[in-house]
């Protein structure tokens, strides 16, 4: 399996410099929908529900305190063809949406919502999301709009 610092290489390879808040949705992303489509994470590092939508610890320990990343300490060529399409996919759809859209979208969707349940708005968390709230919710639009 791919780490989550491979996944991030890859990405900012695809597309270059973007914010770190981006990174983390676009991480995000990738893990849900590659959860649904191949049916297997894609790295093995949690999400946790922050305030600001869902956060990778092990990247922000390595982003924290700047606000652009441009190249991450990591190995793309580690992913393979099923992973590549993944990320690929999730760039085209995502890609071209703001940090701040994207952490949007995800403050509106279950995954994230759910695992803040009870907490006041802004509070800090570590509650994971879990792999099957993802692959519920993301495959549940796929169904929904077959």
Known sequence: MTSVHDVAAYILQKTGPMSAMKLQKLVYYAQAWHLVWEERPLFDAPIEAWANGPVCRALYARHRGRFVVDEWDGDPDAL???????????LDFYGKRSAH??????????????????????????????????????????????
């Open 80 to 90: 393979d063809a099923a992973d590549r399409t993944t990320l690929d996919a999730v």
């Open 101 to 146: 859209e994207l952490s949007e979208l995800t403050h509106r969707e279950a995954p994230w919502h759910d695992a803040r349940e009870n907490l006041p708005t802004g509070a800090r968390s570590d509650v994971v999301i879990t792999a099957a709230a993802m692959h519920e919710f993301y495959d549940g639009l796929i169904t929904t709009s077959s």
